[in-house]
């Protein structure tokens, strides 16, 4: 979501500004999350907003083991977690 548009998505759902009432959810997988994250945190707190970040990191770092199945790597969830959090 474009930055500005997230925050004029949280000024409608929060006018108040209230603390606790919007949660933004990442999910991007490590890369995006390393590039992507600190423009939208740059956008929301430059406006002011309160608002509760959180990580999903299982859903963009999905990928095939050998076998076929659908599996995620250790490492790139803790990167990811570690990339919102740093």
């Given at each position: 979501m474009d930055p500005k548009e997230l925050v004029k998505l949280i000024e409608i759902l929060n006018p108040?500004?209230?603390?606790?009432?919007?949660?933004?959810?990442?999910?991007?997988?490590?890369?995006?999350?390393?590039?992507k994250i600190p423009h939208p945190i740059r956008a929301v707190r430059g406006a002011g907003l309160v608002v509760t970040w959180v990580s999903d990191?299982?859903?963009?770092?999905?990928?095939?083991?050998?076998?076929g199945l659908k599996t995620r790597s250790f490492d790139r969830i803790l990167a990811e977690v570690r990339a919102l959090i740093l």
């Open positions: 108040e500004n209230k603390a606790g009432r919007i949660t933004v959810i990442a999910r991007m997988g490590v890369e995006d999350m390393r590039v990191p299982m859903h963009g770092n999905t990928m095939k083991a050998p076998c």
